[in-house]
């Protein structure tokens, strides 16, 4: 028989966004320096930059594990704590864990995540 833990089942707080994919020119010499397969360069892809309010609806902080589940995927990134307000808008760097969740301007949930980020390797063999 197994053993359930307290809460196993219960849904983590959710917050919906807006994605919005931006460049960001560290990702980019990341992947020209180290390659787009280094850790350096998944440090500055896998990311969402998040309005500290949102982050407070999903009970994380800066540099916490989410689940972000777009209309065409889902990926784990990092969270990071914007410095400018912008409620409802999730920013995530161009690239592989970006295209992932859909071209353009795509609605998203964010929820806090226990799960680790995927290599790049597997994002693109989704």
Not at 99 to 116: D, E, F, H, I, T
Request: with cysteine.
């Amino acid at each position: 028989m197994m053993k359930l833990e307290f809460g196993e089942f219960l849904a983590a707080p959710e917050c919906k966004v807006v994605i919005v994919a931006c460049p960001d020119v560290f990702r980019t010499e990341a992947g020209l320096r180290h390659g787009k397969f280094s850790s350096e360069y998944r440090e500055l892809s896998a990311v969402i930059v998040l309005d500290p309010t949102d982050m407070a609806k999903i009970e994380v902080k800066d540099s916490d594990l989410v689940e972000v589940l777009g209309e065409e995927g889902v990926v784990v990134v990092r969270v990071k704590e914007s410095e400018k307000e912008h409620p409802g808008i999730g920013y995530v760097p161009e690239g592989a864990w970006a295209n992932v969740l859909g071209a353009g301007p795509a609605s998203a949930k964010v929820r806090r995540s226990q799960q680790g980020i995927a290599a790049i390797e597997d994002v693109y063999h989704r």
